[in-house]
């Protein structure tokens, strides 16, 4: 289901919202940034969890894109069979 998710953004059948996109930036730019908020160099593992928070906000708005695509197909179907 996700592949084809994926396919249908890719192919512009279903249009993100920005802030997903801003979020999915934001943990790439992050992760890789050599400025930290919680730094691992300091504080080991525990410095990954500004890491993995802003990683899982970016997951759970990508769900939700998901569930939206999702919504969007079902209707569509529905609308098919009606007519």
Known sequence: MWWRF???VRGRQH???ATTWVAAI???VYTFAPIDLIPELVLGPLGLVDDLGLWGIF???FA???RRWL???ESKARTA???
């Open 64 to 66: 939700r894109e998901q």
């Open 81 to 83: 069979s009606a007519l």
């Open 71 to 73: 919504t969007g197909l």
């Open 26 to 28: 934001a943990a790439v």
């Open 59 to 61: 997951a759970v708005l």
């Open 6 to 8: 994926l396919k249908a």
């Open 15 to 17: 249009r993100v919202a």
